[in-house]
């Protein structure tokens, strides 16, 4: 990726904290955390059940990478 792509924001200590707990993996950066959300949210318009599995699959894969 190009350094001109990348870009920085400013977030309340608080909104980092609750972006953290949406991690998989701790590597996880926070472009693929936004990625993924923005992804669940534009599937919710369409299709809510299907968000809704999205965000069990993401819960399943957390608890197996936590043991």
């Known amino acids: 990726m190009a350094e ?6 400013k977030l309340k200590k608080e909104t980092k904290k609750r972006i953290d707990k949406l991690r998989v993996h701790a590597r996880e ?9 923005l992804g669940i949210l534009n599937s919710a ?15 399943r894969q957390k608890k197996a990478v936590k043991g």
Do not use: C
Request: glycine share 4%.
């Open 29 to 37: 950066s926070y472009d693929e955390i936004a990625q993924r959300m």
């Open 45 to 59: 318009r369409i299709n809510p059940e299907g968000a809704q599995n999205k965000l069990r699959e993401i819960e």
């Open 4 to 9: 001109k792509d990348i870009t920085t924001i």
